[in-house]
Nanobody, 126 residues
């Protein structure tokens, strides 16, 4: 069993930055593929960024490409999401997710992940 705890959310003005962290504990392993998802009110949960277990491959949704950066520190079993140039439409609850990978790949769909954090609210004001 793996427990994921997100932190770093909050309220920021448009154009600002936030850094989300996701710390893994329990039956931890640096070989988990990780993803960051978000869900805004009335919208479906979407993957905004994903990273493979080694950190060598990453994915970004078009809406965040060039503004968000996902990274991982396997020694600390922590995954980060650096969010720059934030926009009001980035407002959502952000979740991190983890799964054991079948290959050295990342995963984009929420049903592919076995473990989820509790979520952290990000609010961007205009």
């Amino acid at each position: 069993q793996v427990q994921l705890v997100e932190s770093g959310g909050g309220m920021v003005q448009a154009g600002g930055s936030l850094r989300l962290s996701c710390a893994a504990s329990g039956r931890t392993s640096s070989t988990y593929a990780m993803g960051w998802f978000r869900q805004a009110p009335g919208k479906e949960r979407e993957c905004v960024a994903a990273i493979n277990w080694s950190g060598g491959s990453t994915y970004y949704a078009d809406s965040v490409k060039g503004r968000f950066t996902i990274s991982r520190d396997n020694a600390k079993t922590t995954v980060y999401l650096q969010m720059n140039s934030l926009k009001p439409e980035d407002t959502a609850v952000y979740y991190c997710a983890a799964r054991l990978p079948y290959s050295n790949s990342y995963y984009l769909n929420d049903y592919e992940y076995a473990y989820w954090g509790q979520g952290t609210q990000v609010t961007v004001s205009s």
